[in-house]
Nanobody, 121 residues
Framework: QVQLVESGGGLVQPGGSLRLSCAAS????????MVWYRQAPGKQRELVAA???????DYADSVKGRFTISRDNAKNTVYLQMNSLKPEDTAVYYC???????????????WGQGTQVTVSS
């Protein structure tokens, strides 16, 4: 079994910064892609940023230049540094990990429980 635990959300003023973390634990051989999604009230979940095991990254156009995704493979942890936050960044942020399991080497997607980010004055 694999668990993802997110942390770092909260309330911040426009223009402020937050750093989200997502730590994976359990039966893990390797984690391929790690992805941050977000879902605002009344909207569909959208991809925010993704990073591969080899540190290739991809970002939604709306966060390019403001958000930075990174990972620590030794800790099975992914981070999202969010700068110059805007009210439209308000959402629940979810971590997703594509995990390869030991022995079988099967690949599965796992999700965190979500962490609320609110940008408001």
């Amino acid at each position: 079994q694999v668990q993802l635990v997110e942390s770092g959300g909260g309330l911040v003023q426009p223009g402020g910064s937050l750093r989200l973390s997502c730590a994976a634990s359990g039966s893990i051989f390797v984690i391929n892609a790690m992805v941050w999604y977000r879902q605002a009230p009344g909207k569909q979940r959208e991809l925010v940023a993704a990073i591969t095991y080899g540190d290739s990254t991809d970002y939604a156009d709306s966060v390019k230049g403001r958000f930075t995704i990174s990972r620590d493979n030794a800790k099975n942890t992914v981070y999202l540094q969010m700068n110059s936050l805007k009210p439209e960044d308000t959402a629940v942020y979810y971590c997703n990990a594509r995990v390869v399991l030991p022995l079988t080497l099967d690949e599965y997607d796992y999700w965190g429980q979500g962490t609320q980010v609110t940008v408001s004055s």
